[in-house]
């Protein structure tokens, strides 16, 4: 399928999962990585009709011409509704996570892309991208995502944000984050929190916090997990418990999260589940390193009240 002078687009057959399997068609794209752009993947659910793509590849191809892409998070809006079927409004856009469960359709520095509805596309903008994934994984029961767009899938609504704290709380997202829970090695049945960061992805982000009151609450949204993780957090408004969306057979020790939200002005130093994420709560003096830690660059480890209740900060290449 030809897209441009320089793009192509073929279409391949995989089945995703394993009980059961769904069967599905991937369009990749093939040229956008000569243009200084990463090459995406399209996948759906069934024999779905891939033409209505080729405009949107068309308009990617062109804007990767003039320089301009996207990046794992980003969202791609579009001035009218795409053609796909189904009992819902049509979608308007597209959202771009790292690939899964694409092994030998696209490199790993590629992306998948999925279709998305407006509102879909404002809660990535307002809450990260892994907070859409987790739901999709939820409803789909496939972790960490469903890699395919299912034009008749029930839509997300605005009202699944409805009531979140972090409508109150100043929110960045960061690429190349992640933030995960584990069992402390230190102490037996104590559990830490490890934020992740990528020094290429997420460094310049993190500049951002300079311009942010140094006593403000922040929020740091996540658009991926982590892959050691076995899980990973979902919340949606209403809901009365904690919730997590796992492989098979996962033992549920190391979940991800959706977000970190550090919470300054603080007696002890302390960590606890937030929605789908988790808040650490700090002692001034400790949340003033930890912002120096981000915005420098530097691995850093911060004890908590209670043994082994630590925040981790880790850089990585």
Not at 33 to 46: I, S
Not at 116 to 124: N, Q
Not at 241 to 270: I, K, R, W, Y
Not at 274 to 281: I, S
């Amino acid at each position: 399928m030809q897209i441009t002078g320089a793009v192509q687009a073929h279409v391949k057959t995989r089945s995703f999962g394993t009980d059961p399997q769904v069967p599905g068609q991937v369009l990749v794209t093939d040229g956008l990585r000569v243009l200084g752009h990463r090459e995406l993947a399209f996948a759906f659910a069934g024999q779905a009709t891939l033409e209505p793509l080729v405009p949107l590849l068309r308009a990617i191809a062109s804007a990767a011409e003039q320089g301009m892409g996207v990046q794992v998070g980003g969202v791609t809006r579009l001035g009218g509704l795409l053609p796909f079927g189904g009992p819902a409004p049509g979608f308007q856009g597209v959202v771009y996570a790292r690939p899964s469960a694409m092994d030998g359709l696209i490199d790993a520095e590629g992306l998948v892309a999925l279709l998305a509805t407006s509102a879909e596309l404002d809660m990535v903008e307002a809450f990260g991208l892994r907070r859409v994934l987790s739901r999709l994984a939820q409803t789909h029961c496939y972790y960490p995502y469903p890699p395919w767009s299912d034009p008749a899938r029930a839509r997300l609504s605005a009202m699944h944000d409805e009531g979140s704290m972090l409508h109150q709380i100043a929110r960045l997202a960061v690429v190349g984050a992640t933030v995960t829970r584990a069992s402390s090695v230190e102490v037996a049945g104590a559990t830490l929190i490890e934020l992740r960061l990528s020094r290429a992805r997420s460094a310049s982000l993190l500049q951002q916090l300079a311009s942010l009151p140094r006593n403000a609450a922040l929020t740091l949204l996540m658009n991926e997990v982590d892959p050691n993780a076995d899980g990973c957090l979902v919340w949606c408004a209403g809901q009365t418990g904690p919730s997590a969306v796992a492989p098979p057979n996962s033992a549920g020790v190391q979940l991800g999260g959706c977000h970190l939200t550090f919470v300054p002005e603080q007696a002890d130093n302390a960590s606890q589940l937030l929605e789908d994420g988790y808040a650490y709560f700090l002692r001034d003096a400790d949340w003033a390193v930890v912002r120096d830690a981000l915005m420098g660059g530097q691995d850093l480890q911060v004890r908590g009240a209670a043994a082994g209740d630590d925040l981790f900060v880790r850089w990585l290449p």
